[in-house]
């Protein structure tokens, strides 16, 4: 039986963008049209631990979904070019509020059953913009769902998923009975390039697109979790106190001497 | 749903005791009941043993002690904490429920803020409550870039606070508090079984512990120069981290990993050697008292954050620094 697979993946600015492009303007984050969004980087290692399943069991399928608006095709089709089967976009400006993450799991958990007979949904730990790592954990309390989080290595066999997550000094081996959310983290390994073969197959393939409409969902009227209040820029820290001397050598017997000076060591 | 009325702390254990991060949660709870007159605080504890650890949470301020007692919460799943907190929750019917982002914390507060049909305040460094009574979070986003202030607008606020960004009180024992054992079927509530735990032994002193840390970045350029970090440690009494980059790159154990995804260390002094201070990697290292950098890009982040810095090959800084140490310390 085909193993039926679902990875969320969202579209966020890219997190090595240098900080004299980062804006933040009447509440919202605003960086130069150059700077490219991505992939959040966890979801691609999403991605990376759905196609290892697939090639382990090998008859699995694979459908990312990304809910959002204002989506860069050619960004958020990578999950095609590596492999993936096909792509859902949950494009509606009403999910434009990305810091009420019941909004999202509203639309995923919505998305997930008009897909429906999913076995396992993989999600990114986190999102490199919020960082809230809950939108899974929220979809799998949704769906009435179990859920394991950083994983480090996801296998299925039969209907039970077996997951070794990630702990400070070592990892834990967990179990739980499909259907099942899982989130993965980097110690998974890098997410593989799409090949050559790979891009040209995602350029055919056109994303479905679904609004809040098509879920049955009426953003307007659910009660927001939360009201953003204020976003700025943090205060800057404490000014630096450069250590120079004669030449590098010198620089570093120095520093020790300062922080005998200041009684740090 | 009816207007809850007092706030909620999701406790966790260590050793048998209140976690030092639910005692920062019960310090929060205390100074949010300022702006909420004549509200209370409660506590859940569930574990294997709950009496000393609730005398100790009403010595903290919590005026009633929920407790969940079982075997089985020795080492609790994180939905054997989620049961607990929900009953908690139905008992007290608070308006504010605090926890933290620990790591049985990442796992239990999203839960119990989407079975309470709302969205969890995650990592917040600041609490306070607004004009119309509602929980005013502040957190860092953008991997610290930006500051965000989030009112929650739910009928029940979920917040989890991040460790050590508020201090904890001194105990008082003429404080006094209700204890009251809830029944909940802890076991019956966990779906992910643990099958197995396989810790590595840490060799030398927690990286969580040290006064001193030495960490190393992408700028090390491999494996080897972790040899020096190693023995300038051994000469401080430190402990060794890594950026995320430097384990990523297979150089040291993920275990040794400082930053958003790793952990979170303060130590008295922090050592940054060939690390670029990206926000990801500062999220774990910026409470530290002294931050010293050693880096030869000028422009490099981690700058910002120091209080000393050397622009320098690291190659020719650290065998001087380290040789003028060893006359310092004799």
């Given at each position: 039986?085909?193993?039926?697979?679902?990875?969320?993946?969202?579209?966020?600015?890219?997190?090595?963008?240098?900080?004299?492009?980062?804006?933040?303007?009447?509440?919202?984050?605003?960086?130069?049209?150059?700077?490219?969004?991505?992939?959040?980087?966890?979801?691609?290692?999403?991605?990376?631990?759905?196609?290892?399943?697939?090639?382990?069991?090998?008859?699995?399928?694979?459908?990312?979904?990304?809910?959002?608006?204002?989506?860069?095709?050619?960004?958020i089709k990578k999950p095609l070019a590596?492999?993936a089967d096909d792509l859902i976009l949950?494009?509606?400006?009403?999910?434009?509020?990305?810091?009420?993450?019941?909004?999202?799991?509203?639309?995923?958990?919505?998305?997930?059953?008009?897909?429906?007979?999913?076995?396992?949904?993989?999600?990114?730990?986190?999102?490199?913009?919020?960082?809230?790592?809950?939108?899974?954990?929220?979809?799998?309390?949704?769906?009435?769902?179990?859920?394991?989080?950083?994983?480090?290595?996801?296998?299925?066999?039969?209907?039970?998923?077996?997951?070794?997550?990630?702990?400070?000094?070592?990892?834990?081996?967990?179990?739980?009975?499909?259907?099942?959310?899982?989130?993965?983290?980097?110690?998974?390994?890098?997410?593989?390039?799409?090949?050559?073969?790979?891009?040209?197959?995602?350029?055919?393939?056109?994303?479905?697109?679904?609004?809040?409409?098509?879920?049955?969902?009426?953003?307007?009227?659910?009660?927001?979790?939360?009201?953003?209040?204020?976003?700025?820029?943090?205060?800057?820290?404490?000014?630096?106190?450069?250590?120079?001397?004669?030449?590098?050598?010198?620089?570093?017997?120095?520093?020790?001497?300062?922080?005998?000076?200041?009684?740090?060591? | 749903?009816?207007?809850?009325?007092?706030?909620?702390?999701?406790?966790?254990?260590?050793?048998?005791?209140?976690?030092?991060?639910?005692?920062?949660?019960?310090?929060?709870?205390?100074?949010?009941?300022?702006?909420?007159?004549?509200?209370?605080?409660?506590?859940?504890?569930?574990?294997?043993?709950?009496?000393?650890?609730?005398?100790?949470?009403?010595?903290?301020?919590?005026?009633?002690?929920?407790?969940?007692?079982?075997?089985?919460?020795?080492?609790?799943?994180?939905?054997?904490?989620?049961?607990?907190?929900?009953?908690?929750?139905?008992?007290?019917?608070?308006?504010?429920?605090?926890?933290?982002?620990?790591?049985?914390?990442?796992?239990?507060?999203?839960?119990?803020?989407?079975?309470?049909?709302?969205?969890?305040?995650?990592?917040?460094?600041?609490?306070?409550?607004?004009?119309?009574?509602?929980?005013?979070?502040?957190?860092?986003?953008?991997?610290?870039?930006?500051?965000?202030?989030?009112?929650?607008?739910?009928?029940?606020?979920?917040?989890?606070?991040?460790?050590?960004?508020?201090?904890?009180?001194?105990?008082?024992?003429?404080?006094?508090?209700?204890?009251?054992?809830?029944?909940?079927?802890?076991?019956?509530?966990?779906?992910?079984?643990?099958?197995?735990?396989?810790?590595?032994?840490?060799?030398?002193?927690?990286?969580?512990?040290?006064?001193?840390?030495?960490?190393?970045?992408?700028?090390?350029?491999?494996?080897?120069?972790?040899?020096?970090?190693?023995?300038?440690?051994?000469?401080?009494?430190?402990?060794?981290?890594?950026?995320?980059?430097?384990?990523?790159?297979?150089?040291?154990?993920?275990?040794?990993?400082?930053?958003?995804?790793?952990?979170?260390?303060?130590?008295?002094?922090?050592?940054?050697?060939?690390?670029?201070?990206?926000?990801?990697?500062?999220?774990?290292?910026?409470?530290?008292?002294?931050?010293?950098?050693?880096?030869?890009?000028?422009?490099?982040?981690?700058?910002?954050?120091?209080?000393?810095?050397?622009?320098?090959?690291?190659?020719?800084?650290?065998?001087?620094?380290?040789?003028?140490?060893?006359?310092?310390?004799?």
């Amino acid at each position: 039986m085909t193993l039926k697979i679902v990875v969320t993946a969202k579209q966020v600015i890219d997190p090595e963008t240098p900080l004299s492009a980062f804006g933040i303007e009447s509440g919202a984050v605003k960086v130069p049209a150059n700077q490219a969004p991505v992939v959040n980087g966890f979801d691609e290692q999403a991605i990376e631990a759905a196609l290892r399943l697939k090639e382990a069991s090998g008859d699995a399928h694979i459908t990312v979904i990304s809910v959002g608006s204002g989506f860069a095709l050619d960004v958020i089709k990578k999950p095609l070019a590596m492999g993936a089967d096909d792509l859902i976009l949950i494009d509606d400006p009403a999910f434009d509020n990305a810091i009420d993450p019941t909004v999202t799991v509203a639309a995923l958990a919505a998305a997930v059953e008009k897909i429906g007979d999913v076995d396992i949904v993989l999600a990114g730990r986190q999102a490199s913009d919020w960082d809230n790592a809950q939108v899974p954990i929220g979809l799998a309390e949704t769906l009435g769902w179990p859920v394991a989080t950083v994983a480090k290595q996801v296998d299925v066999g039969g209907n039970t998923v077996r997951v070794k997550r990630v702990l400070p000094d070592g990892h834990e081996v967990v179990e739980a009975t499909l259907p099942a959310v899982v989130t993965v983290s980097n110690e998974l390994g890098t997410a593989r390039y799409p090949n050559m073969r790979g891009i040209m197959a995602a350029r055919r393939v056109q994303p479905t697109v679904w609004t809040a409409a098509d879920l049955g969902l009426d953003v307007a009227r659910t009660q927001p979790a939360f009201e953003l209040i204020s976003l700025a820029r943090p205060e800057s820290a404490a000014q630096v106190e450069m250590i120079e001397g004669d030449d590098e050598e010198d620089a570093g017997r120095k520093l020790a001497l300062r922080l005998r000076d200041e009684r740090i060591i | 749903m009816a207007d809850g009325s007092g706030i909620l702390v999701i406790g966790e254990m260590a050793d048998g005791q209140p976690a030092s991060t639910t005692l920062e949660a019960l310090a929060a709870g205390l100074a949010l009941l300022d702006s909420l007159p004549g509200e209370s605080l409660s506590v859940i504890l569930a574990a294997d043993a709950t009496t000393t650890a609730a005398q100790t949470a009403i010595a903290h301020g919590a005026s009633t002690v929920y407790t969940v007692e079982d075997a089985s919460l020795a080492d609790p799943a994180p939905e054997a904490i989620v049961a607990a907190a929900e009953e908690a929750v139905r008992q007290a019917s608070p308006r504010i429920v605090l926890g933290a982002k620990t790591l049985l914390g990442r796992d239990v507060m999203p839960r119990v803020a989407f079975r309470l049909r709302t969205a969890l305040a995650q990592d917040c460094t600041a609490v306070a409550i607004d004009d119309a009574k509602r929980l005013l979070t502040t957190r860092p986003v953008y991997g610290g870039n930006a500051v965000a202030t989030v009112a929650c607008a739910s009928p029940i606020a979920v917040a989890a606070l991040r460790a050590k960004s508020i201090d904890s009180r001194e105990p008082d024992a003429t404080r006094t508090g209700n204890v009251i054992p809830l029944t909940v079927d802890v076991q019956a509530a966990v779906r992910v079984r643990s099958i197995a735990r396989v810790e590595q032994a840490a060799d030398g002193i927690r990286l969580e512990d040290a006064r001193i840390v030495v960490s190393g970045g992408r700028g090390l350029g491999g494996p080897e120069a972790f040899d020096q970090l190693d023995a300038l440690a051994g000469l401080l009494g430190g402990a060794v981290g890594a950026s995320r980059a430097a384990c990523d790159a297979g150089w040291v154990p993920s275990s040794y990993q400082v930053g958003l995804t790793g952990k979170t260390v303060t130590p008295e002094l922090y050592i940054a050697i060939g690390i670029s201070g990206a926000s990801q990697h500062m999220a774990g290292c910026s409470n530290s008292r002294n931050i010293v950098a050693i880096n030869k890009d000028a422009g490099a982040n981690i700058f910002k954050d120091a209080r000393f810095g050397v622009i320098g090959d690291w190659q020719k800084v650290l065998p001087a620094f380290m040789e003028q140490l060893q006359e310092l310390l004799g």
